[in-house]
């Protein structure tokens, strides 16, 4: 299984769901933008994805996902026995879906404008910024009532919510008004599994040259 990915993007999520899970995929380190290619080979990357993005996964007989939250549950209902996901036909399950489509539409897409698209230019990014406001706020009236996504334990959906919630850091957001939130940032990031992600991200970075831009 093979994995492409962009550091500091998107694609950690399902990075971390395969340290969860314990699989050892490969890692293909992309380097996004308008023309964007594989970093080992230099490969054209729209051969495998057409609109260029991370996450894309390629499985061991040449089947290819490419949007993230299918990727995130493909790899949980493959492992049903780890508890990532509800199973599929139950109403928890349409519950994560309704998380996984909230943070895919209204916070991934929101954060999107200023931080990997700079051409948008500064009004798109500052509209982003205040609608996300509301939305961090909701997340955080969630978080204080519960230590996950789906309350008491962690699924994919808190793998998403991490990687994409923790650009607020990134871009040096005032999280004081989020005090669930932030501290829930500061409670996903120490497990192993986040820390194992991280780490080999850096490494194979090392490995290979840092890309120009992600
Ligand atoms: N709909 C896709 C969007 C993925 C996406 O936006 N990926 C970003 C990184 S977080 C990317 O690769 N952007 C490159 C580009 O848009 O050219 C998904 O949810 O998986």
Redesign the pocket.
Known sequence: MKLYY?PH??SFAPHIVLRELGIDAELRRVR??PD?VVAADGRDFRELSPL????LLELDDGRILH???AILQYLADQHPDSDLAPAPGSFERIELQQWLTFI?SEL?KLF?PWL?HPEYGDAPGAVARERLQPRLAYIDRHLAQNAYVLGKTFSIADAYLYTIAGWARALKMDLHPYPALDAYLDRIGQRDTVRDALRREREDARVKPEPASA
């Open positions: 962009t993007t998107c996004i933008g964007p260029g993005y991370v996450p949007e993230g939250v895919s991934h999107s990997f």
